[in-house]
């Protein structure tokens, strides 16, 4: 008799499961986070595309001043998953006599910080930036 409860293998599949479980979720939290935190990139990706068309579009709204902060809301307004009190946005451009002169190059950086946590622990963190350089027309 007790030769046969030993080769019983009922809770096998069980045992194995619980063991791996905790593995696996931390494999898809971590898959979740990597997700969250590419979605950003891709939203600061595309609001410094937006941003320097935007300025490069807009040479003839005004003044250097005016135009940056077209530039500016635009790059702001192209990403709006993302909290807009931590987005760091900069116009770079030559302004000549208070405007952008035609041929002139602006360029639009975006910085968003990002934090990848799991299980309310912080694994990896920084800053997530892009920039965009377009010629003004």
Do not use: H, W
Not at 43 to 60: C, D, I, L, N, P
Not at 83 to 89: D, E, L, T
Not at 109 to 122: C, E, H, K, M, N
Request: proline share 4%; charged share 10%.
């Amino acid at each position: 008799m007790p030769r046969r409860t030993l080769r019983n293998q009922r809770g096998q599949a069980v045992t194995e499961f619980a063991v791996i479980l905790p593995v696996l979720l931390l494999v898809l939290l971590a898959i979740y986070q990597f997700g969250v935190v590419f979605n950003n990139y891709i939203q600061v990706t595309a609001a410094a595309r937006e941003g320097a068309r935007k300025a490069a579009v807009s040479r003839t709204a005004g003044n250097c001043t005016a135009v940056q902060t077209i530039a500016t809301n635009a790059a702001r307004s192209a990403a709006p998953g993302l909290n807009q009190s931590n987005m760091g946005v900069t116009v770079t451009a030559t302004c000549t006599n208070n405007a952008y002169a035609p041929g002139t190059d602006t360029t639009v950086r975006v910085t968003y910080p990002y934090a990848i946590s799991i299980l309310g622990r912080v694994v990896a963190s920084g800053t997530l930036s892009s920039s965009t350089t377009m010629r003004e027309e």
